[in-house]
T-cell receptor
Framework: EAQVTQNPRYLITVTGKKLTVTCSQN?????MSWYRQDPGLGLRQIYY???????DKGDVPEGYKVSRKEKRNFPLILESPSPNQTSLYFC??????????????FGNGTRLTVT | AQRVTQPEKLLSVFKGAPVELKCNYS??????LFWYVQYSRQRLQLLLR??SRESIKGFTADLNKGETSFHLKKPFAQEEDSAMYYC??????????????FGTGTLLAVQP
């Protein structure tokens, strides 16, 4: 089944303790992206990647890192989490077929709480 | 500035009533707009896009460039339509990026 898989689904941690949220897709998609969803703010893009070893900042990249060593994986890294990073995180992927729009496929989300 | 505005956080209607979820956008280029839906305990998924001018699950949306709007409509709401709906604007064409700017979402609640 074609899908985007995020882990974990729920995570509670403390300020400053490094964590990684994994994202994997099995559709051979070039494009992958991370969003955070906050009440009243909708979804905001954190980072995106056009292909292996190609990443760039989205609208709210501060406090986050990503890597794209393999096409299928796009982990989100919080080196020193803070309470304002408490949020619901979504990973998404799509192909990049030139001008035509390729729908984003979303993961199930990771609810992160930083105390 | 690139922006998507969904003015209603919550829209509550009765089954069988018409539904209109509002979406306005701000974009200097030629807009490409979408509606995404998130049912309870499910992931976000594409509902429809303006370019294909399709009707999905009875929903339609027309791009009005004069009013910079892309409202989502359905003539008769069903209980299974209850979900969070997001309007999204694609920015950056030509394969350079597939970035979507999302609105803040509208929760549609269809009462029996």
């Amino acid at each position: 089944e074609a899908q985007v898989t995020q882990n974990p689904r729920y995570l509670i941690t403390v300020t400053g303790k490094k964590l990684t949220v994994t994202c994997s897709q099995n559709m051979n998609h070039e494009y992958m992206s991370w969003y955070r969803q906050d009440p009243g703010l909708g979804l905001r893009q954190i980072y995106y990647s056009m292909n292996v070893e190609v990443t760039d900042k989205g609208d709210v990249p501060e406090g986050y890192k990503v890597s794209r060593k393999e096409k299928r994986n796009f982990p989100l890294i919080l080196e020193s989490p803070s309470p304002n990073q408490t949020s619901l995180y979504f990973c998404a992927s799509s192909s990049l077929p030139g001008q035509r729009y390729s729908p984003l496929h979303f993961g199930n989300g990771t609810r992160l709480t930083v105390t | 500035a690139q922006r998507v505005t969904q003015p209603e956080k919550l829209l509550s209607v009765f089954k069988g009533a018409p539904v209109e979820l509002k979406c306005n956008y701000s974009y200097s280029g030629s807009p490409e707009l979408f509606w995404y839906v998130q049912y309870s305990r499910q992931r976000l998924q594409l509902l429809l896009r303006h370019i294909s001018r399709e009707s999905i699950k009875g929903f339609t949306a027309d791009l009005n460039k004069g009013e910079t709007s892309f409202h989502l409509k359905k003539p008769f709401a069903q209980e299974e339509d209850s979900a969070m709906y997001y309007c999204a604007l694609r920015v950056g064409y030509g394969g350079a990026t597939n970035k979507l700017i999302f609105g803040t979402g509208t929760l549609l609640a269809v009462q029996p």
